[in-house]
């Protein structure tokens, strides 16, 4: 079984956006009644437009280019952390959207989720900006989808979390996610994501994200662990964090 990720799907320059990338693995994860979510923790940034090979073992998916482990995604019973914020408004949304600055700091600008230097229809172009009103650290954005997949739900409930924490002025790579996915989002239609700070220990950063539909469902919710990183030791391959690996936005 081979595993490639285009490079339309980029998160930093060279490697895979972290959360297109966990959709991915996660679309192969083998799920159950008793197991029916899953968990994708990244080892190392992913390579664009190259082959990688795929393992299934007592139903843990592993993805690995040549040697180097990639990722891997297991089936869990729940997610660790509930605290899912209640649904804000379209209006809301669209207004906290209007905050985020677009010539501002921007460590990955063609990321194919919130870089601003994506051309509309080519990337989500999800730019969070901060609720009115809300507690520190809470991030919204309108998101229409054009196409309504797996990969592309991941990837819009990655990048908030980065923002909620902080992402405009540190650079930060996913390192594990976990998604509980109860109805996929309609295209065309506008949605609403969240994104909220979790915690902090060290150089993880702990956040969590929501898709909402306007009329206020909830659709789907995550949690992650994020890594605080140099961003001059960016590479396409080999970045590993000595505990919870440490991938690609």
């Known amino acids: 079984m081979s595993f490639v990720v285009p490079s339309r799907y980029l998160g930093p320059p060279h490697s895979g956006n972290g959360g297109w990338v966990s959709g991915h693995i996660a679309v192969l994860v083998p799920t159950s009644s008793t197991e029916p979510l899953v968990r994708v923790r990244l080892s190392s940034p992913p390579p664009l437009d190259t082959e990688m090979s795929v393992s299934v073992d007592d139903g843990i998916v592993r993805v690995f280019h040549g040697e180097v482990l990639v990722g891997e995604g297991r089936p869990i019973a729940d997610l660790p952390s509930h605290d899912v914020p209640s649904p804000i408004s379209l209006e809301a949304a669209g207004r906290a959207e209007e905050t985020f600055d677009h010539a501002g700091p921007h460590p990955f600008p063609t990321c194919y989720v919130c870089g601003p230097a994506r051309e509309p229809g080519d990337g989500l172009r999800i730019f969070p900006g901060v609720v009115e009103g809300a507690d520190k650290g809470l991030v919204a954005s309108v998101w229409t989808p054009a196409d309504a997949t797996v990969e592309d739900v991941w990837a819009a409930l990655d ?8 992402f405009g002025e540190d650079a930060i790579v ?4 976990s998604m509980e996915l109860a109805a996929m989002p309609e295209t065309g239609e506008e949605h609403i994501v969240l994104g909220w700070v979790r915690g902090t220990d060290g150089r993880k950063r702990y956040a969590g994200t929501a898709l909402y539909a306007a009329d206020g469902r909830l659709l789907a919710h995550a949690d992650q662990t994020w890594i605080a990183i140099d961003p001059e030791h ?6 590993e964090d000595p505990d919870a690996a440490g991938s690609q936005m």
């Open 159 to 166: 990048c908030p979390g980065a923002w909620a924490l902080g």
């Open 234 to 239: 960016i590479r396409p391959v080999g970045f």
């Open 174 to 177: 996913l390192g594990e996610m």
